[in-house]
C-alpha cells in the first residue's frame, strides 16, 4: 500500500464509521438479541427464562393465531403487490407521455403516496362507511347495493387491499424515474427500423426497466408483509380475525401481553419470510433483470 | 417545405402526399392525446375523491354528516370547524411535536447520510464492496425485529417515554439513503474534485465544498422522504412513547378517532390539517425529487 493508498482507506473507514456504529446498535444486537429471546419466556420485567425451542413448537403446531395472521398476511401481500406492480407502471407508462399539463397529473396521482399511514386510514374509515360513504352512494345510483367493506367479514381485507392501491403513484414516480433514465436513441433507432409501439414496449422499455421493477418488487414486498397501521386504526384486526395481520400479533403479543419470548420468534420466523422472498427474487433475478454493460 | 417552380411534377406530388401522411398523423395524434387527457382526468378525479369528500364533510353541520343522500359539497360551509376541532383535540401540539421530531430526523440525515456515502462513492479500502453489500441487506430486514431488543435497551438507559429512540437511528445513517446519495455521488465527475485537490483542498474539503453543493437532489429526496415518514410514522411512536402529550400527530388522531368516533365533520378537519404540512413540502419539493430519485436506476 502507498502512502495515499493508506490515507484514502482511512478516510473511507472513518467515513463510514457512523454507519458501522448504526449497524451494530440497530442491526446486529436486535437481530441476535431477538434471536436469544425467541429461546426465552420473557415478560420484560423479570430475567428470560431458557426454555428450548418451546416458542417455535408452539408456534407451528398449536397456535390458531399464528396460522390465521400469517394466512391474512399472505393473502394481502398476494392481492396488492401484484396489482400495485402492473397498476404502477401502467401509471407510469401514462404520465411519461411528452403532453403538456403532466407535471400536475404526476402531482396529484403522487399524492396519496405521500399521506400514508393513520390519516389515509381515517379518511378512508369514512370514504367506505357502509350507509353514508362516497362508494356505497355511488353504487346506488347504479342500482348496487355495496358491501359493508371494512366491517364485513369477506370484504375487510380486499377493502384494505384496495386501500394500499389508492397509493400506487408511489410506485408509478419510481418507474418514472426509470423510464426517464431509457436513452433516446434506442427509440429512435427502433422507429427507424419501424418497430410498433408494441414491440418497441416489449424490446426496449420493458427490458430497461427491469432493474427498477426489481428493486420495486423488493420494496413493496417488504412493505406489504409490514402491513399494520391500517388494521391497527380502522379494523383492530377484525371482523373475526379477517384483518389480523402478522405484525399485528407480533405486536399485541410483544407490548399488550408482555410475552417478549414468544413476540422475538414470531419476529424472527417474519424476518425469515421476508428474507427467503427477498433472496428469492434476487436469485430469480439473474434470468429476467439486464443490465446494460 | 415550399415548393420550388423548377421541381419536377413527380417530386411535386410526392410531396403532397407527405404532406397529407403528416397531416393525417397529426390528426390521429390530436385524437390520442384527447383519450389520453381524458382518461388521466377520470383517473385523476377518482384519486382524489376520498381527500374531496373528507375535505366536504369537514365543512358540514353535525346533522348533516350522516344525512343521505349525502350532499355533495355543503350548503354553508361550516368554517367555524376547523376552530372547533383545534379547541377540543390538542392538535397544534401534536403537530409541533411532530415538527420536532421531523426536524431532528432532518438534522440526523443531513450529517450522517453525505459522510457515509461519500466513503463509499470516493475512497478504496479493503472489504469496502463487502460493506456496501452489508448496508445493501439492511435495507431488507425490517424495521419490527429491532423492537424488542431496543425497547428493552431504551428501558435500560432511562429513554422510553423521551423522543431519543425516535431520533437516534437517523444520526447513524438511514441504508436507503446512504444507497441513493452514494449512486448520485458516483454520478459527480471525479475532475470535480481533483482540481479542487489541486487547489488545496482536503478530503474533507471536497466533501463540503464539491460534493454536497452538487447534491442539491439526492439531498432533497433525504428531506422529503423522512418528512414524510417521520410524519406519518406510527408503530415506533406508540411503542416508544406514554405520555399523551408528547405524542405525534399521527399516534394523537388515532387517539382520538377511538373518543370521539361520532364527531366525524371535527374529525375529517383535524386529518386535513394533518396531511397540509406534508402536501406543502411535497408541492414544494418535487421538482427534484424525479432528479434525485434517477440514480436508483444506474447499477452499483
Known sequence: MTAQERRDAKTGYLALSPWMAGFLVFYAFPILATLYFSFTQWTLVDRPVWIGLDNYIRM?????????????????????????????LMLALLLNLKMPGMNVFRTVFFIPAVISGVAVSLMWIWFLQPDTGVVNTLLSYVGVQGPYWFWDLHWALPSVAIMSIWKVGGAAIIYLAGLQNIPAHLYEAAEIDGASKWRRFWRITLPLLTPTLFFQLIIELIDAFKIFTEAFVITKGGPLKATYFFLYYFYEEAFRNFNMGYASALALFLLVVIMSCTVFVYRTSGRWVYYEN | M?????????????????????????????????LVYALMISLALLFMLPIFWMASTSLKMPREIFAWPPEWIPSEPQWGNYAEAFGKYPLARYMLNSAILVIANIIGGLVS??????????????????????????????????????????????????????????????????????????????????????????????????????????????VVFTFVWVWNDFLEPIIFLRDWNSYPISVGLAFFQGRYSVEWHLFMGATLVSIIPILVVYFFAQRHLIGGLASIGIKG
Open chain 2, 2 to 34: 415550399r415548393t420550388e417552380p423548377e421541381q419536377a411534377p413527380a417530386a411535386l406530388s410526392i410531396q403532397r402526399q407527405l404532406r397529407r401522411s403528416a397531416a393525417r398523423r397529426r390528426v390521429i395524434r390530436a385524437m390520442g392525446h384527447v
Open chain 1, 60 to 88: 407451528f403446531t398449536r397456535d390458531p393465531l399464528f396460522v390465521s395472521s400469517l394466512k391474512a398476511t399472505t393473502l394481502f401481500v398476494a392481492l396488492s403487490l401484484p396489482l400495485k406492480l402492473v397498476l404502477g
Open chain 2, 113 to 222: 447520510v453525505p459522510i457515509i456515502a461519500y466513503g463509499f462513492a470516493r475512497f478504496e479500502f479493503p472489504f469496502k464492496h463487502a460493506l456496501f453489500l452489508l448496508m445493501l441487506s439492511t435495507m431488507m430486514v425490517p424495521g419490527h425485529i429491532k423492537l424488542i431488543p431496543l425497547f428493552w435497551l431504551y428501558q435500560k438507559l432511562g429513554l422510553v417515554d423521551t423522543y431519543w429512540p425516535l431520533i437516534l437511528p437517523a444520526f447513524f445513517g438511514n441504508p436507503f439513503f446512504i444507497f441513493l446519495m452514494t449512486q448520485f455521488i458516483r454520478t459527480i465527475p471525479r475532475d470535480l474534485d481533483d482540481a479542487a485537490r489541486i487547489d488545496g483542498a482536503g478530503a474533507w474539503g471536497i466533501l463540503y465544498r464539491i460534493i454536497i453543493p452538487l447534491s442539491r437532489p439526492a439531498l432533497t429526496v433525504v
